[in-house]
Nanobody, 121 residues
Framework: QVQLVESGGGWVQAGGSLRISCAAS????????MGWYRQAPGMQRALVAA???????NYADSVKGRFTISSDNAKNTVYLQMDSLKPEDTAVYYC???????????????WGQGTQVTVSS
């Protein structure tokens, strides 16, 4: 099992910056991919940024050039630096990790509890 704990959300004015963090614990050696999703009221949860199994990063078109995903492997922590924030970035941001069992090959998805990011105009 993997546990994910987010931190760092909050309120910011449009144009401002925030950094959110996700600390993983448990069977972190089994994590293949890790990243961030967000869900605004009345909307489906959608990918924001993530590391692939090869280590490359992927971003939603709406955040390219403004958000940066990074990691500290020694701390099993993934960060999302959000710059030039817009009101439409307001959402609950969820950390996500995907693992693969070395024994069964089964894939598991893990989610953090979410952290609220609110951007005011």
């Amino acid at each position: 099992q993997v546990q994910l704990v987010e931190s760092g959300g909050g309120w910011v004015q449009a144009g401002g910056s925030l950094r959110i963090s996700c600390a993983a614990s448990g069977r972190t050696f089994s994590i293949n991919t890790m990243g961030w999703y967000r869900q605004a009221p009345g909307m489906q949860r959608a990918l924001v940024a993530a590391f692939s199994s090869s280590g490359s990063s992927n971003y939603a078109d709406s955040v390219k050039g403004r958000f940066t995903i990074s990691s500290d492997n020694a701390k099993n922590t993934v960060y999302l630096q959000m710059d030039s924030l817009k009101p439409e970035d307001t959402a609950v941001y969820y950390c996500h990790a995907k693992t693969t069992s070395l024994i069964t090959g089964l894939i598991y998805d893990y989610w953090g509890q979410g952290t609220q990011v609110t951007v005011s105009s």
